[in-house]
């Protein structure tokens, strides 16, 4: 093995899309995007507020912060590679971007069956729940999220800065893991069941925890005879598991696979739910359903319009 790639910079494919509908859909990554981003960074210093500085709010202002790295991470990119006939990327940025969007994914989910554990104590546990979920307990957890996704992702990152790249062409929009393996001189079959184990170790034991989370919580709900309490979690819950059910299905479907080497076109389609959908359906579900914040949210348009205004006039 080479201690460096004799490849230079790679071509990125992206998506094979008729040159006429080449418009159509960058016009639709472009507006998922700002909406995404824009949304985000608005959520992220609307929690900053002092009425939302509660266990129950942090949670979301990290997931909203991870959804900003996650989809600017890959989108810009697709944007460009859509946009101009250039599609390349020079080995350290497919690299670093390889890493930061395991990194970051590894982060979300860790981070999802934290959330999913905050809701239970919530709901399960009310009047424990201001000792369990402490700011000191929440700022713990969330340190846990970015430390254990780091140290689980580092020793592939490793292994991937030091293979020997001999192809040029990337199978996919973005520099993913698995594509990024195809184009390696050597025998890739180990590495990939490595990968494959870290990946389904990660995911499935957080989609575990975060289903056992939800189910506990279902059933509590379901035992409070008031009509109010069934009322509760068919406005909650369903919301929160068709976030977690897109999220982990495509990446189960993705990288929680033995030979990751097929059906690499298809999952560019998964790839797009990972990097573009899901990061905007959080966006809405986790942050934009909550009155509080659409209270504050009003509140800070109305300050800005009233600046506005003012200084027009």
């Known amino acids: 093995m080479k201690n460096q790639s004799t490849v230079t910079e790679f071509t990125l494919t992206s998506f094979p899309v008729l040159p006429e509908l080449r418009a159509f859909l960058f016009a639709v990554l ?183 989370s939800y189910t506990y919580i279902i059933s509590t709900i379901l035992r409070i005879p008031s009509a109010q309490g069934h009322q509760k979690v068919f406005y909650t819950c369903p919301s929160h598991i068709t976030v977690v059910s897109i999220a982990y299905g495509s990446n189960i479907f993705v990288y929680v696979r033995p030979n990751q080497n097929y059906s690499l076109d298809f999952n560019k389609v998964a790839a797009v739910l990972i990097t573009v959908v899901t990061p905007l359906l959080n966006l809405f579900i986790y942050s934009l359903r909550n009155d509080k914040v659409k209270e504050l949210l009003r509140d800070s348009m109305d300050r800005i319009i009233f600046l506005i205004l003012r200084k027009t006039h």
């Open 30 to 212: 472009l507006f998922t995007y700002t909406l995404t981003a824009t949304g985000n960074i608005i959520i992220s210093l609307i929690w900053t507020d002092n009425r939302l500085q509660t266990p129950m709010y942090f949670f979301p202002s990290n997931l909203s912060f991870l959804d900003i790295l996650y989809t600017t991470v890959v989108t810009p990119k697709l944007l460009a590679c859509l946009l101009g006939e250039k599609k390349t990327i020079s080995s350290a940025g497919c690299i670093t971007q390889a890493y930061f969007c395991f990194y970051v994914g590894t982060v979300e989910f860790i981070l999802l069956a934290v959330m999913s554990f905050d809701r239970y104590v919530a709901i399960c546990n009310p009047l424990c729940y201001p000792i369990i979920m402490n700011s000191r307990a929440c700022l713990l957890l969330v340190l846990g999220c970015w430390v254990g996704a780091f140290l689980s992702v580092l020793a592939p990152t490793i292994v991937v800065t030091r293979l020997p790249y001999c192809h040029k062409e990337i199978n996919h929009f973005f520099c993913d893991i698995a594509p990024l393996l195809q184009v390696a001189c050597i025998d890739m079959h180990l590495i990939e069941k490595i990968d494959f184990l870290l990946s389904a170790l990660v995911t499935l034991s957080s989609l575990a925890f975060t289903t056992g």
